[in-house]
């Protein structure tokens, strides 16, 4: 019997390790249990060389950590550039009772036999020249951000969501306005930017399949996913936003110099690497991104780097994987990712229940980017303590942890526009 008994515990044993599914520790939410652990400094180069300038930091450390990110953990964007046509599918002038004008641009690619079709709408402030605008994608189609009944709905894969009247992975009238609360389309015009807005689903739908969205496009032949340092879902949304830039650099209505990232949560993580990948983003906001956005891995505080990728195992390269229950053998940190992003402002925002985020984690990768923002004589965020809740503080990097939990609400949004108003009046009095 006995036997019998250790026999089947071996089995079970060997199975779950053979499926992923060996037990995962506890989520732990405790300070006092954060690990040891130092994180790599960005401002030594790996054989040990510190970077004493702006100069050096640009030509010898960036390209470097660039590197270590792509391989190790977004993967590698594709290097060839596809022509994209633009289609303008339908125009408005009198959005939000006249507040604004209305764009929805079709952003098309074809590479070896495969179409993508990306859909962009954009609102615009009216008697705004060259408007500045905030960039960000949504996760259940343009048409839930705004009740707005112009809007076409998305016809991409979309994830069934009973509270969005979602069925049969297909957008339909139900889901017209979902997400208003996320949008304060009217607040965002009144405040003079405009909104560029794309369903993340149209560059690659969140599922764990890689015969859809981008990838294929850019496939080898006989390949049929990433190879291991390969860009993943997170790459394929930051791909996308690069795609959305392109676009707005040739619309004469907008200003391509005052353009602004924001990302909430996942998406939080693909504004992030894009914003770090591609300088033509003035500046870069980061909502409650967390794991793999800017929560530091090392705490392993929230949501860990085994958890994301079990739960989310196309998000990153295959490459990560490696790391699930390792993080300090990470050759980088997300302080590193926002430092990328310096000299450019970037704003971290973090909220109090949202603790699988980890709000400390969030605002210590902002403490530890600080050093490479001070090269350029950029402030940071110098107290290693974060501010108290619903007490922003705007420097060159910016942070802020509301009340509430995981969304993006109104107090956000204040906090992005203040931020934005600030940074770009500053480079027009210089
Ligand atoms: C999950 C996931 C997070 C992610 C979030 C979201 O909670 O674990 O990493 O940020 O979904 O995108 O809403």
């Known amino acids: 019997m006995n036997v019998l008994i250790r026999v089947i515990c071996l089995i079970l044993f060997l199975f779950s390790h053979r499926y992923g599914m060996a037990q995962q520790p506890q989520v732990n939410y405790d300070e006092s249990k954060v690990p040891e652990y130092t994180l790599p400094d960005p401002l030594h180069l790996p054989d040990g060389h510190p970077v004493h300038s702006a100069n050096e930091w640009m030509n010898d450390r960036r390209p470097q950590l660039v590197r270590s990110f792509e391989h190790e953990m977004y993967g590698k964007m594709p290097g060839r550039q596809l022509t994209p046509t633009y289609t303008m599918l339908e125009e408005g002038n009198a959005a939000f009772a006249g507040l604004g004008t209305r764009k929805q641009v079709e952003i098309a690619f074809e590479n070896q036999g495969r179409q993508l079709k990306m859909l962009l709408l954009i609102y615009l402030p009216k008697g705004v020249d060259r408007?500045?605008?905030?960039?960000?994608?949504?996760?259940?189609?343009?048409?839930?951000?705004?009740?707005d009944p112009q809007v076409i709905l998305t016809s991409s894969w979309v994830p069934n969501n009973d509270n969005f009247g979602i069925d049969a992975n297909a957008a339909n009238e139900a889901s017209r306005g979902v997400?208003?609360?996320?949008w304060p389309?009217?607040?965002?015009?009144r405040a003079g930017y405009g909104l560029a807005t794309m369903y993340y689903g149209d560059i690659d739908p969140d599922r764990d399949d890689f015969t859809d969205g981008v990838h294929p496009l850019f496939y080898q032949n006989g390949q049929s996913r990433p190879k291991d340092d390969e860009w993943g879902a997170i790459g394929a949304w930051a791909w996308g936003l690069m795609r959305i830039m392109d676009y707005l650099q040739q619309d004469p209505d907008v200003d391509a110099d005052r353009v602004v990232l924001m990302g909430h949560s996942r998406l939080?993580?693909?504004?992030?690497?894009?914003?770090a990948m591609d300088p033509r983003y003035a500046i870069v906001i980061s909502n409650d991104s967390g794991c793999?956005?800017?929560?530091?891995?090392?705490?392993?505080?929230?949501?860990?780097?085994?958890?994301?990728?079990?739960?989310?195992?196309h998000w990153f390269c295959t490459n990560f994987k490696r790391y699930n229950g390792h993080e300090a053998d990470l050759p980088v940190d997300q302080h590193e990712l926002i430092a990328l992003i310096a000299p450019r402002p970037?704003?971290?925002?973090s909220a109090e229940d949202d603790q699988w985020a980890d709000p400390t984690g969030e605002y210590l990768a902002g403490v530890n980017a600080s050093p490479v923002y001070a090269l350029f004589g950029k402030m940071g965020l110098q107290d290693p303590r974060p501010p108290a809740v619903n007490q922003p503080v705007h420097y060159d990097i910016g942070y802020h942890r509301r009340t509430g939990g995981h969304d993006v609400k109104m107090y956000d949004w204040q906090q992005f526009i203040a931020f934005a108003d600030r940074q770009f009046r500053a480079v027009r009095q210089r």
């Open 131 to 147: 408007a500045p605008v905030f960039v960000g994608l949504n996760f259940y189609g343009n048409q839930t951000i705004t009740q």
């Open 346 to 349: 970037v704003y971290i925002a």
């Open 292 to 313: 793999g956005g800017a929560a530091i891995s090392r705490r392993a505080f929230g949501e860990t780097v085994q958890r994301i990728n079990t739960a989310f195992p």
């Open 268 to 275: 939080g993580k693909a504004a992030l690497w894009a914003g």
């Open 185 to 189: 389309v009217a607040d965002i015009l």
């Open 179 to 182: 997400r208003v609360s996320r």
